[in-house]
């Protein structure tokens, strides 16, 4: 696994870092963080704010 994705400080991270991160294919990610509310758009860069998609994923926690 790369360094980077092992570094888990970032606050941001890209679409394919992301699905790497959490284990998850890529296009499963992007819609997860669309509905997340957790994606910024710079002109053709999206980007993930990682705190809002970690809070948006307990709630899918089994009790």
């Known amino acids: 696994?790369?360094?980077?994705?092992?570094?888990?400080?970032?606050?941001?991270?890209?679409?394919?870092?992301?699905?790497?991160?959490?284990?998850?294919?890529?296009?499963?990610?992007?819609?997860?963080?669309h509905d997340a509310g957790a994606v910024y758009k710079l002109d053709k860069l999206c980007l993930v704010n990682v705190e809002v998609f970690e809070a948006y994923l307990e709630g899918f926690r089994l009790a």
């Open 1 to 33: 696994m790369p360094e980077e994705i092992k570094n888990t400080n970032k606050k941001f991270v890209r679409y394919k870092e992301g699905a790497d991160l959490y284990s998850m294919c890529q296009k499963k990610f992007e819609r997860m963080a």
